[in-house]
């Protein structure tokens, strides 16, 4: 079955950029989107397709997907910028595919 | 703008089947997929399956033997049946919207969740 790979944990200072990164075979020629959960909080949608912002996800966010990995980037981290981020995508045998979490700590 | 909200017991027999409801409310289930995610405690996000609102269905191969999506338009609501549970299937429980298209898919919104406990 298809696998997706994060990095447990990032760590970024305020105002830095954080980069968040997703792996998996030829994941390039897939389509990736990004979600942020904050505690206690349902996932929210901050990429999609790749690189697409949806309404009202702020554009220090940002994503690329190329080769084997998927890079979601923060611009100017923001302490409300804490929490965990998942990569997801579609796989044609396994279906919907989610990555693992990476915790973001802004310190 | 369209919101999600799951309803059903928090509490389940392990062997019985856990059964789950969300309710659709700014918007018509009949358009788009709509599918359930789960998420054991401290764990990362599992997808369960979807069902499109000509009622096709699709199930992750791990969890197809148990599970069953469902909807019922006239109340424009969607359900979730997942038979013989163990603490396994312990999870909090979402429901989203899933837009799908050529090799791509993304879910929203989400529901809140809600937490359904595998324990006799």
């Known amino acids: 079955s298809y696998e997706l790979t994060q990095p447990p944990s990032v760590s970024v200072s305020p105002g830095q950029t954080a980069s968040i990164t997703c792996s998996g075979d030829?994941?390039?020629?897939?389509?990736v989107c990004w979600y942020q959960q904050k505690p206690g909080q349902s996932p929210v949608l901050v990429v999609y397709?790749?690189?697409k912002r949806p309404s009202g996800i702020p554009e220090r966010f940002s994503g690329s997907n190329s080769g084997n990995t998927a890079t979601l980037t923060i611009s100017g981290t923001q302490a409300m910028d804490e929490a965990d981020y998942y990569c997801?995508?579609?796989?044609?045998?396994?279906?919907?595919?989610f990555g693992g979490g990476t915790k973001l700590t802004v310190l | 703008q369209v919101q999600l909200q799951e309803s059903g017991p928090g509490l389940v027999k392990p062997s019985e089947t856990l059964s789950l409801t969300c309710t659709v409310s700014?918007?018509?289930?009949?358009?788009?997929?709509w599918s359930w995610i789960r998420q054991p405690p401290g764990k990362g996000l599992e997808w369960i399956g979807y069902?499109?609102?000509?009622?096709?269905?699709k199930y992750n191969p791990s969890l197809e033997s148990r599970v069953t999506i469902s909807e019922d338009t006239s109340k424009n609501q969607f359900s979730l049946n997942l038979r013989s549970v163990t603490a396994a299937d312990t999870a909090v429980y979402y429901c989203?919207?899933?837009?799908?298209?050529?090799?791509?898919?993304?879910?929203?919104?989400w529901g809140q969740g809600t937490l359904v406990t595998v324990s006799s």
């Open positions: 700014g918007g018509s289930i009949s358009s788009y997929y």
């Open positions: 069902i499109y609102y000509t009622g096709s269905t």
């Open positions: 030829k994941l390039g020629y897939k389509s």
């Open positions: 997801q995508a579609w796989d044609s045998n396994t279906a919907v595919v």
């Open positions: 989203a919207r899933e837009v799908v298209g050529a090799d791509t898919n993304w879910f929203d919104p």
């Open positions: 397709q790749d690189s």
